[in-house]
């Protein structure tokens, strides 16, 4: 059973910085591409970055790039979203995601993730 679970969302200043983690259980994390997802209210589900199963490739959506650093430890089985220079529209749901397929370079899909975290709330005041 693949559990998910992000943590370290909260509530910041525009122009601030967050870091957000997401702990994977469940499967040999390090064979699996892991992206981050958001959700704004009233809005569907957008794409935010990605990682690859080895790490040596990420991708970034571009109204984060330059901003956001994903990163991700195998040995801890953890994957990292670091926001800097947050803006009051990064505000959303943060969700961690785990690549269906092994050894992918990552989607950009929500439909080629079958396991999802609850979600980690991220407010950027103005």
């Known amino acids: 059973q693949v559990q998910l679970v992000e943590s370290g969302g909260g509530l910041v200043q525009a122009g601030g910085s967050l870091r957000v983690s997401c702990a994977a259980s469940g499967r040999t994390f390090s064979r699996y591409a892991m992206a981050w997802f958001r959700q704004a209210p009233g809005k569907e589900r957008e794409f935010v970055a990605v990682?690859?199963?080895?790490?040596?490739?990420?991708y970034y959506a571009d109204s984060v790039k330059g901003r956001f650093t994903i990163s991700r430890d195998n040995a801890k089985n953890t994957v990292y979203l670091q926001m800097n220079s947050l803006k009051p529209e990064d505000t959303a749901v943060y969700y961690c995601a785990e690549e269906s397929l092994a050894y992918g370079l990552g989607s950009l899909r929500n439909t080629d993730y079958h396991y999802w975290g609850q979600g980690t709330q991220v407010t950027v005041s103005s």
């Open positions: 990682i690859s199963w080895s790490g040596g490739s990420t």
